[in-house]
């Protein structure tokens, strides 16, 4: 069964450096979504990206962040300059046209000291 | 804006038991969709079941069946014949047709042996 997949597992960086999150979703699907997951809290949506750009996003997703898909399979989530409070599990999911369920990868747990 | 409701952090139940998980949502929208999701100690995120608004027949898959409740907005998951392997986080989340996920607190289920 296809699946989504995100590389790697678990990062960890010092603060105010960059970080790149790599997602391959689903191949013939063409909506995509970053959500995060600060420990013991509750999931937040952070964007949506369909057709090579950004179609919703959240207040959390400020100047820091960016998503970019570049090459026919990669998506990825791009935090320029990391703070202690980006620490969290950042999942990537994508959807088909045909439904609405998306499927989610199994995460990159960041950590930044 | 649309929010979901998880008022029971934590809940218990005997092995081979049924349990019920409550979740309420709000939303101005007529056309959405609703979903259960797993987080075991992985957290990985596993959809467990999901429901159109539009269907009035409540979803069902194996153990696991909902009780929606449109006018009431509600959307209770039960989960029969419980086993050691449904311990995990569950959160309840809406969708419209923007296909963003919002995400309620999450309510921990510990299966007793």
């Known amino acids: 069964e296809p699946e989504v997949t995100q590389t790697p597992s678990h990062q960890v960086t010092q603060m105010g450096q960059e970080v790149i999150l790599r997602c391959v979703p689903i191949s013939n699907h063409l909506y995509f979504y970053w959500y995060r997951q600060i420990l013991g809290q509750k999931v937040e949506f952070l964007v949506s990206f369909y057709n090579n750009e950004i179609s919703e996003k959240s207040e959390i997703f400020d100047d820091q962040f960016s998503v970019e898909r570049p090459d026919g399979s990669n998506f990825t989530l791009k935090i320029r300059s990391t703070k202690l409070e980006d620490s969290a599990m950042y999942f990537c999911?994508?959807?088909?046209?045909?439904?609405?369920?998306?499927?989610f990868g199994p995460g990159t747990r960041l950590t930044v000291t | 804006a649309q929010t979901v409701t998880q008022s029971q952090p934590e809940m218990s139940v005997q092995e081979a038991e049924t349990v019920t998980l409550s979740c309420t949502y709000d939303?101005?929208?007529?056309?959405?969709?609703l979903f259960w999701y797993k987080q075991p100690p992985s957290r990985q995120m596993i959809l467990v079941i999901r429901q159109e608004a539009y269907k009035q027949q409540n979803a069902t898959e194996n153990r696991f069946s909902v009780n929606f409740q449109k006018a009431a907005k509600s959307f209770s998951l039960k989960i029969s014949d419980s086993q050691l392997g449904d311990a995990a986080m569950y959160f309840c989340a809406f969708s419209d047709s923007n296909y963003q996920l919002i995400w309620g607190a999450g309510t921990k289920l510990i299966i007793k042996p």
């Open positions: 999911a994508s959807t088909g046209t045909d439904s609405y369920e998306q499927y």
């Open positions: 939303t101005s929208e007529s056309d959405y969709y």
